[in-house]
């Protein structure tokens, strides 16, 4: 959502890159781009202003000016600011001290509020809590009977006494549901209200009665994150009419342009506390304002991502996996391989996760291009393997992988690839286990190390092909070692003893 507003960014951090000292012209045309680059971003005027109104303020002091980089300053700056407006702080649920605990959902006709109640249920059931879904949505059509299927995929329960489709009371249901999650002992109830197309008094009148009835001890506001600015009067009428505590942004992985994000905290006063970036149950999470910011700029979210990793991620197969790699990657097969593709799977989309790493931005077409898909086909081929020829991929000759592209629907080129990476793959993790870093990587060992020419070895003296002469050789070398063991040897013939030099090498024979 954010990829306009961080390549805007990005390009005017990197005019401000090499320069000792930042003059006011800098900082004005600085101060300027990024102006620019949240108006693009469909950022409320309001919050634009006051945002470069920060920056340039503190530009201009003393942190910049005295900084050994005044570049990285500002990055600092800005990373700073953007934390502040999107709501400082994370903000977490309120718990009531005598269970349940009561969170109202409320918002606009397709903002996504069904949905996001059974990932919100999913979300609270993950952290040992055990939610109860309220269908309160009796006007739009099959609003109840989608409830019941989010809820039913979440693992969830969902109180739906009325069939909906404009029968019903609301208000009641939303009453009894406090009643009935007491006696089934449920700690948390999650009240699905109505929406409509636009704010009305109808609207306003049904939410503020539920509201009354359930006394919530949470009223989250969920809003279109792909909207842009009318997010924000959406959520300021319905703030002034209602009141809310919280924001939920959903549908976060749109293409649109991430305004509703970084203004609704701002003019509103309230909190974003989670964001839906995903169409699959799991694709939720609080928001934490200051790795969002990171993001915008580039940055990363390696905590995000290590949560993600121990949410997600087995433990056992992990530590199983890791023991085979530390004994050298012999006993590493490609069936422990299959296991830890598909521990990744479960984080996510493998282009979302290498979007958190620090430095993937500029990167952005790359991980676009990554198709998830093919771990799958890569799945597809190991497991049309036996038992057998995945714990020896060096059993499989040309029949077989005949027969293992059949089986998966590939091509046997697809299969002499994989089986060549992972020979190249567990050969690489060898080169680690031994302490040898990657292969023909600088400074990490492995094939870094320059060789020098290795030290020809001395040739011995070739041997006649000629059998006499061989043997007469044979003889004349005899007797030159019955010489050097007696200790004695005669000079040429005419030689003067005086002016006699030895040949080279031969004073090893004197010791």
């Not at 995000?304 to 006993?331: R, W």
């Not at 422990?336 to 790493?357: A, T």
């Amino acid at each position: 959502m954010f990829d306009t507003l961080s390549d805007r960014l990005a390009a005017t951090f990197k005019n401000l890159r090499g320069k000792g000292r930042l003059s006011e012209a800098d900082i004005d045309a600085t101060a300027r781009e990024i102006r620019v680059a949240l108006l693009e971003a469909d950022v409320a005027l309001p919050v634009v202003r006051e945002f470069v109104a920060h920056v340039k303020e503190r530009a201009r002091g003393a942190e910049v000016s005295q900084a050994l980089n005044p570049a990285q300053q500002i990055v600092k700056i800005v990373n700073e600011e953007l934390v502040r407006i999107l709501g400082g702080e994370t903000r977490r649920l309120r718990f009531a001290k005598t269970a349940p605990t009561v969170i109202m959902l409320a918002g606009l006709q397709g903002a996504g509020k069904t949905t996001l109640a059974g990932k919100l249920g999913q979300w609270l059931k993950s952290q040992k809590h055990s939610p109860l879904l309220v269908a309160c949505d009796l006007q739009r059509p099959n609003a109840v009977n989608q409830l019941s299927v989010v809820a039913e995929r979440a693992g969830v329960a969902v109180y739906a006494p009325e069939p909906g489709n404009g029968v019903g009371d609301p208000v009641r249901v939303a009453r009894d549901s406090i009643e009935y999650a007491r006696t089934k002992q449920y700690d948390v109830v999650v009240v699905d209200t109505a929406g409509r197309l636009g704010i009305d008094a109808e609207m306003m009148q049904q939410a503020a009665d539920i509201r009354d009835a359930v006394n919530p001890d949470e009223i989250l506001f969920v809003v279109d994150a792909m909207i842009g600015q009318d997010a924000v009067t959406t959520a300021q009428a319905f703030l002034d009419g209602v009141g809310f505590d919280g924001v939920v942004l959903s549908k976060l992985d749109g293409d649109a342009r991430g305004g509703a994000a970084l203004s609704v905290a701002q003019v509103t006063g309230r909190q974003v506390m989670f964001a839906s970036n995903g169409e699959k149950l799991d694709d939720f999470d609080a928001f934490h304002p200051d790795r969002m910011a990171s993001r915008i700029l580039g940055m990363g979210d390696m905590l995000s991502l290590i949560e993600m990793a121990e949410q997600k991620y087995d433990a056992d197969v992990a530590l199983k996996a890791a023991e085979k790699i530390q004994k050298g990657g012999k006993d590493f097969t490609l069936e422990d391989f299959l296991q830890q593709m598909e521990q990744v799977k479960k984080m996510g989309s493998i282009s979302k996760l290498l979007g958190m790493l620090p430095g993937m931005g500029q990167m952005k077409e790359q991980i676009d291009s990554i198709d998830d898909r093919d771990l799958d086909r890569v799945a597809a081929i190991i497991k049309s393997m036996t038992p057998g020829e995945r714990d020896d991929p060096k059993i499989i000759n040309g029949s077989r992988r005949a027969r293992i592209a059949k089986g998966s629907g590939c091509t046997v080129t697809e299969v002499n690839n994989l089986i060549e990476r992972f020979f190249e793959a567990r050969k690489m993790m060898t080169s680690m286990a031994r302490g040898g870093g990657f292969p023909g990587m600088p400074g990490m060992g492995g094939g870094a190390k320059k060789k020098g020419k290795a030290p020809k070895q001395a040739k011995g003296k070739r041997q006649s092909g000629n059998p006499m002469k061989r043997k007469q050789e044979e003889i004349a070398a005899a007797q030159r070692r019955e010489e050097r063991a007696a200790g004695g040897f005669e000079l040429p013939a005419g030689a003067d003893a005086g002016k006699f030099e030895l040949p080279k090498g031969f004073e090893d024979y004197l010791k």
